[in-house]
């Protein structure tokens, strides 16, 4: 008997809608965002740090953990862990926000340029099909700039990401290119499409879709 597959998108939150992030941002100084526990082991911490280091005017913004004491997975014991945290904490262009809760995460978002996911796949759990702060990031309108994530394979305005799976080597690079080229990749057609497809898989969608999905089969 065949089985039946369907494809349904990660869910955003009716916090990430907002009417204020369709517009295009003219800033002297461009603000990146990154969103994660930052103890995770599979955080590409050598490539976050070069991207860091060779950007030092554009200013990096990290939301989630990086004490153990708010850490949902555990407690990092790690010398990599510990040492990457104090690295950020050295660097000028760097702050760390700390775990925030979604109405406060949402707002913040809005005054990004940019957003950076940075996973090493050969170690990350979900092999960099997806992540949940996708949906999220493009609720803003804004481009992010990943490492290869099979979902979005193909989708230049939505995600520009880098074509190898097995190493980030050339994200630097890619990064650079993007913030070189910031206003045409932010874009208000682009912001629009971007919020668009978010929106299109609000919650409430999903649901909607999962149910004719279901209808179909019975």
Request: some cysteine.
């Amino acid at each position: 008997m065949e089985i039946p597959l369907y494809f349904i998108n990660h869910g955003l939150a009716d916090e990430f809608v907002s009417e204020e992030n369709n517009m295009e941002k003219q800033a002297d100084t461009i603000h990146v965002g990154f969103s994660g526990n930052l103890l995770r082991d599979d955080l590409d911490r050598d490539t976050l740090i070069r991207i860091i280091e060779q950007n030092p005017l554009i200013h990096f913004e990290f939301w989630g953990s990086y004490k153990n004491e708010h850490s949902n997975i555990g407690i990092a014991s790690g010398e990599l862990q510990h040492s990457f945290i104090i690295r950020l904490k050295s660097m000028p262009n760097v702050k760390l926000h700390g775990p925030v809760n979604a109405n406060v995460l949402a707002g913040e978002f809005l005054r990004m340029d940019a957003f950076l996911i940075c996973y090493d796949v050969q170690r990350d759990q979900s092999k960099g099909t997806n992540y949940h702060k996708i949906m999220e990031f493009l609720s803003t309108g804004k481009i992010i700039i990943s490492n290869n994530i099979t979902t979005y394979c193909g989708m230049p305005d939505l995600v520009q990401m880098v074509v190898e799976r097995s190493s980030n080597k050339e994200l630097p690079a890619l990064f650079r290119n993007v913030m070189e080229h910031i206003a045409e990749h932010n874009s208000l057609e682009k912001i629009n499409s971007r919020i668009a497809f978010a929106r299109d898989n609000l919650y409430s969608k999903q649901v909607k879709r999962i149910e004719e999905c279901l209808e179909s089969r019975f």
